[in-house]
Structure formats: structure tokens, C-alpha cells
């Protein structure tokens, strides 16, 4: 059974960190290419950042970028958010997707693969 288990969401002052963990499991994790996705209540599923098959290519919304970092380790199949610098507009369900797909891939829609999603909300 194919899965992804989210964790370490919460609830954090602006301008502190949080660290979510991806944990994958009935895949052949390094084939994948990881993202994270959020959504706000009322608002599309966004991109966050993703991170190729093996870390050699990242990228980053620009909202997010030198405050978030993506990481992965396939040895643990497990797929990492550090969140530096939380801003109130950060709250949202966060969500770990995955594809094998390679372009687009800043787009929710090809990945075929998804968590549950973790509540990340920052107080002003």
C-alpha cells in the first residue's frame, strides 16, 4: 500500500520554525520526485517547493524561499520542510505529495500520490 504520513505541524509564534517530515512507504522512494503543497481555507492548493529524485534540484515558491528548506533522505524514505521565519500568511494545511513526472512539476495537479496534510498555523 502506497502512503505518505505528514507530521510535526503546530502551532508556532511569526518568526519561529517548525520541521515536517514526509514519511513514504510501498514506493520506491528514490524514484520520485517530493513536493510540498499548502492551502490556505478558501484559497487553491499552492506549490511550495519540491525536490528531485536524488536532491540534486530544488525549487521554492518565491514566497518562501531563504526561510524554507526542502531535504530528503532515501535511505529513511522521508522527505523534509524547514520552516524558518514563519509568517502568519504561512498558515495552512501542509501536504507531501509525490510524482515520477519531471515537468510541470511546480503544478498540484501532477502528482498522483499525497498525505494527509499537517495543520501549520502561526500566530501574529
Known amino acids: 500500500q502506497v502512503q505518505l504520513v505528514e507530521s510535526g505541524g503546530g502551532l508556532v509564534q511569526a518568526g519561529g520554525s517548525l520541521r515536517l517530515s514526509c514519511a513514504a512507504s510501498g514506493l520506491t522512494f528514490s524514484n520520485y520526485v517530493m513536493g510540498w503543497f499548502r492551502q490556505a481555507p478558501g484559497k487553491e492548493r499552492e506549490f511550495v517547493a519540491n525536490?528531485?529524485?536524488?536532491?540534486?534540484?530544488?525549487y521554492y515558491t518565491d514566497s518562501v524561499k531563504g526561510r524554507f528548506t526542502i531535504s530528503r533522505d532515501n535511505a529513511k524514505n522521508t522527505v523534509y520542510l524547514q520552516m524558518n521565519s514563519l509568517k502568519p500568511e504561512d498558515t495552512a494545511v501542509y501536504y507531501c505529495?509525490?510524482?515520477?513526472?519531471?515537468?510541470?512539476?511546480?503544478?498540484?495537479?501532477?502528482?498522483?500520490?499525497w498525505g494527509q496534510g499537517t495543520q501549520v498555523t502561526v500566530s501574529s
Open positions: 505529495a509525490a510524482t515520477t513526472l519531471l515537468v510541470g512539476i511546480t503544478d498540484y495537479t501532477k502528482y498522483d500520490i
Open positions: 525536490i528531485i529524485r536524488k536532491s540534486i534540484m530544488t
